[in-house]
């Protein structure tokens, strides 16, 4: 799982909190002027709403479909409710300050993505 926020800090906190869960976490740092993307590594994208600088989660979101077309994006902000600018770009919301609900939404989205893997590979 790709975790992207352009805070260090936060990279770590919500890496611990992933990996706690049993997931493997890769951070990306979104830099003031852009932010690098591994191609298709990741089953989930976890992406911060607020970014110092020019970037914007909108942007980031659709650099994440070009380069991870299958990843579904979980949208991670202080909002009450899913801004309407980033909707149409992500898969689920969430909000910060509680690590449970956050996990059990990770769950949430990714069974059906591995249960939908396992049967491409296993051709059911």
Not at 22 to 49: F, H, N, R
């Amino acid at each position: 799982m790709l975790i992207i926020d352009d805070d260090p800090m936060h990279l770590r906190i919500y890496g611990w909190i992933v990996e706690a869960a049993g997931y493997s976490a890769l951070p990306v740092q979104v830099m003031s002027d852009g932010v690098e993307l591994p191609k298709d590594v990741a089953d989930l994208v976890l992406l911060d709403y607020n970014f110092a600088g020019r970037m914007t989660a909108v942007g980031v979101a659709k650099l994440v479909h070009a380069s991870l077309p299958r990843a579904p994006i979980l949208l991670l902000s202080d909002a009450f409710s899913l801004p309407d600018d980033i909707a149409p770009h992500v898969q689920g919301f969430i909000r910060k300050g509680d690590p449970a609900k956050l996990v059990d939404k990770l769950r949430e989205m990714l069974d059906p993505v591995r249960k939908a893997n396992t049967s491409e590979v296993l051709n059911l």
